[in-house]
Each structure stands twice: as C-alpha cells, then as structure tokens.
C-alpha cells in the first residue's frame, strides 16, 4: 500500500534534547512539507522540499532542522532553541508543489516536552 | 502576506440541518483545498477547487469558489453525526498551502 508514515507516533522530550521525527513516503512524490499544529490552530509550515537535496524554510523554522537526502524520507530535527516544541506535527507530500497538487498527509507525531 | 480567516470556528448544529462555512483569503488565488480532521488524527483531503466558479460535491457536503470575491464555502445538507470533525480550507500561496484556523462542527442527534 502507497502511504506516508511517521514516527514515533508519540515522543516525550527532556528540556534541552534534540529529537527527530521520522517521515516516509512510498508514493513516488517530489515534494514533501513538515506542519506544526497546536491545540485548537491550524497548520504553519516549519520546512519543505520540492526535490531531493533542497529544502526551503516555512513560516516558523526557527528551532527547526531538516534534511531531504533521499526522494522518499523527509526527517525533521527539534533542536533545544525550539523554546516551545509541545505540539502535533504533520508530514505531508504531494507530486509537485502544493500550488500544483493536492498534499497527502501522514498519521503524525505528538512531541510533548518534560 | 495571504491570511486565510474561516468563520465559524465553532459550529454546533442537529442532525438534519443544513450549515454553511465560510473561508475568506486576502489575496488572489485560484487554488484552494478542503481538508477534514477527525480528533487526534490526520488530514483528510476533501475537495480540491481549481478555478473560479469551481463546485464540487461529495455526499452530504458542497464546496464552491469565487476568486473574485476571495470567498470559498462548504455548505453542508442534512447534516449526521459523521460529519463532526474540524475542516479546514488552505490556499495556495506560490508552492505552498496557507490553513485556515479550522472550523470545529459538532452534530448533535
């Protein structure tokens, strides 16, 4: 089955740790986005990437470090200088860039900070 | 900066009822997406509008657009209690999507 999964689906945090989240995909997709998500808000993008070895920031990539060295992974680093990291994060794909297809979205992980 | 406003965020209503959500953009596109979220879980694509004067439907639920008034609607007919989740209308902005703030819709028996 084509899908996107992420893990874990649940990750505790000590202050000052860095954690990464894990993101895969095996549907052939270009480009892939981390979303942040806080109870009650929308989405913000944190980090995207239309092609392997390149990566663009989003609105809130402060604390936030990426990679795309492989087509279908998509790794997301909380570094300690996120200051507020609890939340829902979000691994979406799409063919192309959003503007030109429809993202598909990952089960999530729920980060909470100790 | 596109901002993406969608009214209500809470929606309480019975089954059976018909219901309209609105999401109001600041500036020109003529893409935007409908995405549904069940509590604790992912996104879930809904409808996806293309151009102006662009209306689909699915089931009980309705999606329209007009670029000229930067104004899409879900209008939701006969309401049951599947349909309570949060829906969300994201914009294209360039190669990315800019999310509304969620309208949460609870539909009471």
């Known amino acids: 089955d084509g899908g996107i999964t992420q893990s874990p689906k649940y990750l505790f945090r000590k202050e000052g740790q860095n954690v990464t989240l894990s993101c895969e995909q095996n549907l052939n997709h270009d480009a892939m986005y981390w979303y942040r998500q806080d109870p009650g808000q929308g989405l913000r993008l944190i980090y995207y990437s239309q092609i392997v070895n390149d990566f663009q920031k989003g609105d809130i990539a402060e604390g936030y470090s990426v990679s795309r060295e492989k087509k279908e992974s998509f790794p997301l680093t909380v570094t300690s200088a996120q200051k507020n990291p609890t939340a829902f994060y979000l691994c979406?794909?799409?063919?192309?860039?959003?503007?030109?297809?429809?993202?598909?979205f990952g089960p999530g992980t729920r980060l909470t900070v100790l | 900066e596109l901002k993406v406003e969608q009214n209500p965020l809470f929606l309480s209503m019975q089954e059976g009822k018909n219901y309209t959500i609105y999401c109001n953009y600041s500036?020109?596109?003529?893409?935007l997406y409908w995405y549904r979220q069940d509590p604790g879980k992912s996104l879930e694509s809904l409808f996806v509008?293309?151009?102006?004067?662009a209306v689909k439907q699915e089931g009980r639920l309705m999606a329209s657009l007009d670029t000229k008034a930067r104004l899409s609607t879900l209008h939701i007919t006969a309401a049951v209690h599947d349909l309570s989740a949060t829906y969300f209308c994201?914009?294209?902005?360039?190669?990315?999507?800019?999310f509304g703030e969620g309208t949460q819709l609870t539909v009471n028996p």
């Open positions: 979406a794909s799409s063919i192309a860039g959003a503007g030109a297809d429809t993202q598909y």
């Open positions: 500036t020109t596109s003529d893409r």
């Open positions: 994201a914009v294209v902005r360039g190669s990315r999507l800019t």
């Open positions: 509008l293309l151009s102006n004067g």
